[in-house]
């Protein structure tokens, strides 16, 4: 049973545009949610987290939006960079020291 | 601030053969992870450690895979004796506080 889950395998995005990658979960125990980004041959590198007390957290061009009633969220990219070609894992865990749950990823290409 | 290392990046190994891979997480770090990533997959948690100690391996496939962490700080995980389906990556990954996790580059294990 998929407790965190990316429906979207891949997303391609022109260069300056808004890429918005989404992820839902389904055990309401979670109240902590990551993003982390991860190139090829590389750990996973931490982007942005939110906690559920907050709806939306910004840093930089990466904000993260958290919708509890819906339990989903998402991460806008804006604007779009080349740079930002990756694989986005959403990551969710409960209070306390509890295991990260990670989606699948999803495979953003951003096009020039 | 130096992340978390890894050794070997990569491991080539036959099936029923054995292998280690160590991880030295970031400096202070109480808290130590090992994650197992199989291709088109989200990190798996295999095992935690607080400190010295094992707070989570319920994910740990016990009969060939083992772990430790010496002194609370450098950690160790064994797998013997390989199986095909343990080619995957294996991230180290460590915390200082519960939420945010920084993964190392991970051991790409390959079991023919």
């Known amino acids: 049973d998929q407790q965190v889950k990316q429906n979207s395998p891949s997303l391609s995005v022109q260069e300056g545009r808004i890429s918005i990658l989404n992820c839902d979960y389904t055990?309401?125990?979670?109240?902590?949610f990551l993003w982390y980004k991860k190139y090829p041959a590389e750990g996973p590198t931490f982007l942005i987290s939110?906690?559920?007390?907050?709806d939306k957290n910004e840093d930089g061009r990466f904000t993260v939006f958290l919708n509890k009633s819906a339990k989903h969220l998402s991460l806008h990219i804006v604007p779009s960079q080349p740079g930002d070609s990756a694989v986005y894992f959403c990551?969710?865990?409960?209070?306390?020291?509890?295991?990260?749950?990670f989606g699948k990823g999803t495979r953003l290409s951003v096009i020039a | 601030e130096a992340g978390v290392a890894q050794s070997p990046r990569y491991k080539i190994i036959e099936k029923r053969q054995s292998v280690a891979f160590w991880c030295n997480p970031i400096?202070?770090?109480?808290?130590l992870y090992w994650y197992q990533q199989i291709l088109g997959q989200g990190p798996k948690l295999l095992i935690q450690?607080?400190?010295?100690?094992?707070?989570?391996d319920s994910q740990l496939p016990k009969d060939r895979f083992s772990a430790e962490r010496l002194k609370g700080v450098d950690s160790t995980l064994k797998i013997q004796p390989a199986k095909l389906e343990d080619s995957a990556v294996y991230l180290c990954?460590?915390?200082?506080?519960?939420?945010?996790?920084?993964f190392g580059p991970g051991t790409r294990l390959l079991v023919l």
């Open positions: 450690f607080q400190n010295n100690g094992v707070v989570d």
């Open positions: 990954a460590s915390s200082e506080m519960w939420e945010t996790q920084y």
């Open positions: 400096s202070g770090h109480a808290t």
């Open positions: 990551a969710a865990s409960a209070r306390g020291n509890t295991p990260l749950v």
């Open positions: 939110i906690s559920s007390i907050k």
């Open positions: 055990n309401s125990m979670f109240d902590y």
